[in-house]
């Protein structure tokens, strides 16, 4: 069974900084795409980032564009995910996925995804 578990989400101020870390273990599964989404309480989960394992393409939402930057080590089998310019629109919890299918180009739809991690809290304060 493979398991995404992310690590580095906390408190930070505005204008601030942060890593996310994506940690995928378990029995190994070929995947396609990895993505970063969130959620703020009352909001759906929306899409962030994300990366074609393969060739390492990467593509944003437009709230974060020039902001983050999505990256992966394939021999670590690990996603990060660089917030730089944190504002406190940022804040909600942040989830990384696996999506083992490939059936759409660039996902970006939770749907998409089958392999989810728990979370991490990101707060940004102003």
């Known amino acids: 069974q493979v398991q995404l578990v992310e690590t580095g989400g906390g408190l930070v101020q505005a204008g601030g900084s942060l890593r996310l870390s994506c940690a995928a273990s378990?029995?190994?599964?070929?995947?396609?795409?990895m993505g970063w989404f969130r959620q703020a309480p009352g909001k759906e989960r929306d899409f962030v980032a994300g990366i074609r394992w393969g060739n390492g393409e990467t593509y944003y939402a437009d709230s974060v564009k020039g902001r983050f930057t999505i990256s992966r080590d394939s021999a670590k089998n690990t996603v990060y995910l660089q917030m730089n310019s944190l504002k406190p629109e940022d804040t909600a919890v942040y989830y990384c996925?696996?999506?083992?299918?490939?059936?759409?180009?660039?996902?970006?739809?939770?749907?998409?995804?089958?392999?989810w991690g728990q979370g991490t809290q990101v707060t940004v304060s102003s």
């Open positions: 996925a696996a999506d083992a299918n490939g059936r759409r180009w660039f996902p970006r739809k939770p749907s998409d995804f089958e392999l």
């Open positions: 378990g029995r190994t599964v070929s995947t396609y795409y």
